[in-house]
Nanobody, 124 residues
Framework: QVQLVEAGGGLVQAGGSLSLSCQAS????????MGWFRQAPGKEREFVGA????????FYADSVKGRFTLTRDNAKNTMYLRMNSLKPEDTAVYYC?????????????????WGKGTLVTVSS
């Protein structure tokens, strides 16, 4: 069982930046594809981005492409989400997720392990 803990959420003004982190409790972190998802009030959970085990490959939802960047530090068992040019519509609870199979998917069911989420609020 892998435990994931997100950190870094908070309140930021539109146009600002924020960084989130996700620490995993596993010795084989580098074998996991990691993803970020978010859920806004009253909406379904949606894919934000994913990063391969080595960190060499990433892909993003169109809504965040060019503004958000995923990275990871396998030595620290930690993944990061850097969010720039934030918009009020980015307001959501952000969840990190882990896939041990390495499917590199944008579909939530592909990720069996989830953190509890961290709230990001972007004010206009």
């Amino acid at each position: 069982q892998v435990q994931l803990v997100e950190a870094g959420g908070g309140l930021v003004q539109a146009g600002g930046s924020l960084s989130l982190s996700c620490q995993a409790s596993t010795r084989t972190f580098s074998s996991y594809v990691m993803g970020w998802f978010r859920q806004a009030p009253g909406k379904e959970r949606e894919f934000v981005g994913a990063i391969s085990g080595s960190g060499g490959n990433t892909f993003y939802a169109d809504s965040v492409k060019g503004r958000f960047t995923l990275t990871r530090d396998n030595a620290k068992n930690t993944m990061y989400l850097r969010m720039n040019s934030l918009k009020p519509e980015d307001t959501a609870v952000y969840y990190c997720a882990a896939d041990p199979v390495g499917r590199y998917s944008k579909d939530a069911p592909a990720y069996p392990y989830w953190g509890k989420g961290t709230l990001v609020t972007v004010s206009s």
